[in-house]
């Protein structure tokens, strides 16, 4: 059985700092596609950034470059996601998801060509 459980959210002010975890179980890790995307109240749900885990190419969403970081523990089947210099506008409910490699990253997450989705972890960052 395929999982993917996320960790890690919670509430921290503007500013702060953030890491986001995400295990996975029930399929060949290091061949996958691992991404994070989130869904404000009454927003669309945004893609955030994402990893390929057989070898560390990543994406992000303008809206997070330079302040999230996104990397993978293969031994550990388990994808990281940083956030640094938090901003209310950063607040939702984040997702993990896993899925085959697609053309591109950036395309991967335009399009979530995720097989499996986590339940989420809510994150919100106070002003």
């Known amino acids: 059985e395929v999982q993917l459980v996320e960790s890690g959210g919670g509430l921290v002010q503007a500013g702060g700092s953030l890491r986001l975890s995400c295990a996975a179980s029930g399929f060949t890790f290091d061949d996958y596609v691992i991404g994070w995307f989130r869904q404000a109240p009454g927003k669309e749900r945004e893609g955030v950034s994402c990893i390929k885990t057989s070898d560390g190419s990543t994406y992000y969403a303008d809206s997070v470059k330079g302040r999230f970081t996104i990397s993978s523990d293969n031994a550990e089947n388990t994808v990281y996601l940083q956030r640094n210099s938090l901003k209310p506008e950063d607040t939702a409910v984040y997702y993990c998801?896993?899925?085959?490699?697609?053309?591109?990253?950036?395309?991967?997450?335009?399009?979530?060509?995720?097989?499996?989705w986590g339940q989420g972890t809510q994150v919100n960052v106070s002003s």
């Open positions: 998801a896993a899925g085959r490699p697609w053309l591109t990253l950036s395309l991967w997450v335009k399009f979530a060509r995720a097989n499996y």
